[in-house]
């Protein structure tokens, strides 16, 4: 008798200690009682748009009501351009069981999106979700993921490029060959340039080390201007291609106007911060229980403006049009 009451004890005290074991590694509670959300942010490379919209979600989240510190946490991971540091982070987030993940760039959610088909997905900086794979309609995602679109307004990216340089007769396209993101635009900006009678020569690269003698080579096929889409190779090495297209007095009308501050001369205006804050703010509903990416149709900017850098009107010796004089700065 003695010895099973011994063993009832003891399995009443192993049970007593498995179950604070288990709270441990339990759901996290703020000081308050309420659950803390584990969010995971996932940056396919640093450069001054994918930036911004990485702050937009963040502050859209908090718009939301989920705030680093009280009820969230966030783990930031950046894969410098690398497909296999996107595929350990998107491992990171699965095993730890995130509540959430945001992507940035269409890289990074197309690899998060083959990671994990439960976790919720909200992606931003990326051209066309559904080109992408990654749902089966933008109106309608069906899957796990949703969020905001990049997508530029090409024709009239284009148009102005064309008002910068009238006496343009060929337009130079700069890409990243393997991004489909860059690719739907670069068809979108052949067939404005056909609309315009424009011819177009085109030179794709495959990384940063790369750029250079695109640009050489776009340069010597006697381009007016060239354009550059969202493209995150192009974007993370716009002071190697404005060095050479400024020294040929060639413009560069890029797809995101954040590119300016690196030398590209014009672009209609995406902001990359808004867009990611929108995103941030579709996680917040779906954290708090709103809304399902599912059913969430993907957003996108809807309004666009120019905007001209002053520096490089000087260094180019543009001749602005009256109607344009306004958007530059």
């Not at 024709?155 to 393997?178: H, M, R």
């Amino acid at each position: 008798m003695m010895n099973k009451k011994k063993v009832v004890v003891v399995g009443l005290a192993l049970a007593m200690l498995a179950g604070l074991f288990a709270g441990c590694g339990g759901e996290k509670k703020a000081a308050d009682g309420k659950k803390v959300y584990n969010v995971g942010i996932a940056q396919l490379v640093q450069h001054a748009a994918l930036d911004a919209a990485n702050k937009g979600l963040v502050d859209g989240l908090a718009a939301k009501g989920f705030k680093v510190g009280e009820n969230l946490k966030i783990d930031q991971q950046n894969a410098q351009a690398d497909q296999s540091n996107l595929q350990n982070i998107a491992h990171r987030f699965v095993n730890n069981k995130v509540d959430l993940i945001c992507a940035i760039a269409t890289p990074t959610a197309q690899v998060m999106a083959n990671a994990t088909k439960d976790i919720p997905i909200v992606g931003t900086a990326i051209t066309d979700f559904q080109s992408a794979k990654l749902v089966k309609d933008n109106n309608k995602p069906g899957t796990n993921v949703t969020g905001t679109n990049d997508m530029n307004p090409v024709k009239e990216q284009v148009e102005l490029g064309l008002k910068l340089a009238p006496a343009t007769k060929t337009v130079g396209l700069i890409y990243c060959s393997s991004e489909v993101n860059s690719q739907i635009q670069a068809k979108l900006a052949k067939e404005a340039a056909k609309a315009l009678g424009l011819a177009v020569e085109e030179a794709t690269v495959s990384n940063v080390n790369d750029i250079q003698q695109a640009a050489q080579s776009l340069i010597s096929k006697k381009v007016g201007f060239i354009y550059v889409p969202t493209d995150n190779v192009v974007a993370s090495a716009t002071a190697a291609l404005t060095k050479i297209t400024n020294e040929a007095k060639v413009p560069v009308v890029s797809g995101e106007a954040a590119l300016l501050k690196n030398g590209a001369a014009a672009s209609m205006n995406l902001d990359f911060y808004k867009l990611g804050k929108m995103a941030g703010e579709m996680a917040g509903d779906i954290l708090s229980g709103k809304a399902k990416p599912a059913d969430m149709p993907i957003k996108g900017q809807d309004k666009f403006e120019p905007v001209i850098s002053k520096a490089a009107v000087q260094t180019l010796g543009l001749k602005v049009p009256a109607d344009l004089e306004k958007y530059v700065k």
